[in-house]
């Protein structure tokens, strides 16, 4: 079975872009989360989706957004990208909407240079 | 935002060797969990606590959730090279917001 995939694995953008980020859960996961790890950090909650439905937000600018398609893949954008913006971006899911994180599987991730 | 902070940021040990690494929050948690992380993979659970005193190991490893809630330690016995990683805590509070410490990062010499 394949775990959690996201695409691109590398990604590099320039100030001022916009960029989209995939992530295909688990077979049967319903719920798809997106944090940002910046080097040197722990990650940060971005999103939480759960049904196509956004159940969970975390501190980041509306320049961030995110939707869960019909199969539960899901797409993180960002508009009007920063420098600050450099990350590796993880996705991870669950089988359902889990308030445990300990339910969640990550994705390798996307790193992203905003150059 | 919420801030974890772990200590000690590096360690740098020899093989066989046994390793400590704590966490503490300046807020409570109902959930404590251990990830750890290895170059360009995602973080993988490692221990999940989820009571105050709770003590729960997984092979060498060993984890405890601190009494007063805001804090919780790891313990690796006898290290092996492959341990080398960054170990992340990680909390859930009443909110269920989650949130990441800074990490510690192992480096074990054989």
């Known amino acids: 079975d394949a775990g959690v995939t996201q695409s691109p694995t590398h990604l590099i953008k320039t100030r001022g872009q916009h960029v989209t980020l995939r992530c295909s859960p688990i077979?049967?996961?319903?719920?798809v989360s997106w944090y940002q790890q910046v080097l040197g950090q722990g990650p940060q909650f971005i999103f939480q989706y759960y049904e196509k439905e956004e159940r969970g937000r975390g501190n980041f600018p509306d320049r961030f957004s995110a939707r869960q398609f019909p199969n539960y893949s899901s797409e993180l954008n960002v508009n009007a990208l920063l420098l600050g913006d450099s990350a590796l971006y993880l996705c991870?899911?669950?089988?359902?909407?889990?308030?445990?994180?300990?339910?969640?599987?990550f994705g390798s991730g996307t790193r992203l240079t905003v150059v | 935002g919420q801030q974890l902070n772990q200590s000690p940021q590096s360690m740098f040990i020899q093989e066989g060797e046994d390793v400590s690494m704590n966490c503490t929050s300046s807020s409570i948690f109902n959930t404590w969990l251990w990830y750890k992380q290895e170059p360009g993979e995602g973080p993988v659970l490692l221990i999940a606590l989820y009571k105050a005193g709770e003590l729960t190991s997984n092979g060498r490893l060993t984890a405890q959730f601190g009494i007063t809630r805001k804090d919780s330690f790891l313990n690796i016995s006898a290290s092996i090279p492959s341990d080398v990683g960054i170990y992340f805590c990680?909390?859930?509070?009443?909110?269920?917001?989650?949130?990441f410490g800074t990490g510690t990062s192992l480096t074990v010499i054989p």
């Open positions: 991870a899911s669950s089988l359902a909407l889990s308030t445990q994180l300990y339910g969640y599987t």
């Open positions: 990680a909390g859930q509070n009443t909110g269920n917001q989650f949130y």
């Open positions: 077979s049967g996961h319903k719920s």
